[in-house]
């Protein structure tokens, strides 16, 4: 029973270590927020009118945001995913949005477009529900 458990956590290893070595490959060229230019450049013009600045974390983390700006876009690549983490303060009072989306090591402009627009819209809903539940509290 023992190597039975222990098997599968040795192949579980293997499995992800090699994705995180796909990872290291897909961005041995290319910085994250390039490999993701049409999501990062449609989020940017919604979110801070095309102002916003790319602040690198590390190779397979950055964020998305301006000086000044109530907002925050946390991009995380990581096995092959892709993370999104969406930062909302409204009168000191911040709302949280993340959306995983896998398998995005090869996306089309098309595909990035969609993330985008979808993104958009999930933050607008979350954002009208966080605005009328801290207009409600005050």
């Not at 450049?41 to 000044?68: C, K, P, S």
């Not at 995005?104 to 979808?118: G, P, T």
Request: glycine share 8%; net charge neutral; proline share 1%.
């Amino acid at each position: 029973m023992i190597w039975i458990i222990l098997g599968v956590v040795v192949i579980s290893l293997i499995l992800f270590t090699g994705k995180f070595n796909k990872d290291s490959n897909d961005l041995e060229h290319k910085k994250l927020h390039e490999k993701f230019e049409y999501i990062v450049t449609n989020l940017n013009q919604y979110a801070f009118n095309g102002e916003g600045e790319v602040y690198e974390i590390n190779m397979r983390t950055f964020n998305l945001g301006a000086t000044g700006s109530n907002q925050m876009i946390t991009f995380e690549y990581g096995g092959g995913g892709l993370t999104i983490i969406w930062k909302y303060k409204y009168y000191q009072k911040e709302v949280v949005d993340k959306k995983y989306f896998p398998n995005v090591r090869n996306l089309s402009v098309f595909e990035q477009e969609k993330i985008s627009q979808l993104m958009i819209m999930r933050m607008e809903k979350v954002i009208a529900q966080h605005k009328d539940d801290v207009m409600e509290v005050s």
